[in-house]
T-cell receptor, first 112, second 113 residues
Framework: DTAVSQTPKYLVTQMGNDKSIKCEQN?????MYWYKQDSKKFLKIMFS???????INETVPNRFSPKSPDKAHLNLHINSLELGDSAVYFC???????????FGPGTRLLVL | GDSVTQMEGPVTLSEEAFLTINCTYT??????LFWYVQYPGEGLQLLLK?????DKGSNKGFEATYRKETTSFHLEKGSVQVSDSAVYFC????????????FGKGTSLLVTP
């Protein structure tokens, strides 16, 4: 069983489009995260949710909006995609803050 | 704010060589420290962790010790294998950052036969 899953794995789209990435964890964890990995492999936190409540909201453009319908899901919606949004987006989860985070396989987004 | 500095690669070693990847951190309070590994085209996997000073994390022959006096968490392995070729990330998690992982820039390791 996959612990943290993301869909889609690859996403190629045009500038200006709106897209969503879905994340699900079956570990029973309370906290979920979105990270962005740029072309130089640098990883940076975007958002964190605990029990469906937003905990961390780093300085990302407000075109990015996370949504947590329940504790096991944290989706990422991106409006008006730009070339600079091309990156790998990772979802992660942990039992609670400070504990080990388990990562999904990543979604490779390419904006043309 | 909290930050992590790790040596930048790429690092190229022959099989069975000794590996050290340096990692130092800046943080207030008492963060937890982690090493994650990313194999080509894959997500991140936890390699090892330490949650308090003088703790040693170990896994698959890799080790790192949480040194508060030198604010370091260097990764070591006595004898690397070709299958260890990957990118290694040092990271910390503390209350200052809401427990999000704060990553170093990653060190690419290539092990040749």
């Amino acid at each position: 069983d996959t612990a943290v899953s993301q869909t889609p794995k690859y996403l190629v789209t045009q500038m200006g489009n709106d897209k969503s990435i879905k994340c699900e964890q079956n570990l029973g964890h309370d906290t979920m995260y979105w990270y962005k990995q740029d072309s130089k492999k640098f990883l940076k936190i975007m958002f964190s949710y605990n029990n469906k409540e937003l905990i961390i909201n780093e300085t990302v453009p407000n075109r990015f909006s996370p949504k947590s319908p329940d504790k096991a899901h944290l989706n990422l919606h991106i409006n008006s995609l730009e070339l600079g949004d091309s990156a790998v987006y990772f979802c992660a989860s942990s039992q609670k803050g400070g504990e080990t985070q388990y990562f999904g396989p990543g979604t490779r987004l390419l904006v043309l | 704010g909290d930050s992590v500095t790790q040596m930048e690669g790429p690092v190229t070693l022959s099989e069975e060589a000794f590996l050290t990847i340096n990692c130092t951190y800046t943080a207030t309070g008492y963060p937890s420290l982690f090493w994650y590994v990313q194999y080509p085209g894959e997500g991140l996997q936890l390699l090892l962790k330490a949650t308090k000073a003088d703790d040693k994390g170990s896994n698959k022959g890799f080790e790192a010790t949480y040194r508060k006096e030198t604010t370091s968490f260097h990764l070591e392995k006595g004898s690397v294998q070709v299958s260890d070729s990957a990118v290694y990330f040092c990271a910390l998690s503390g209350s200052n950052s809401g427990y999000a992982l704060n990553f170093g820039k990653g060190t690419s390791l290539l092990v040749t036969p």
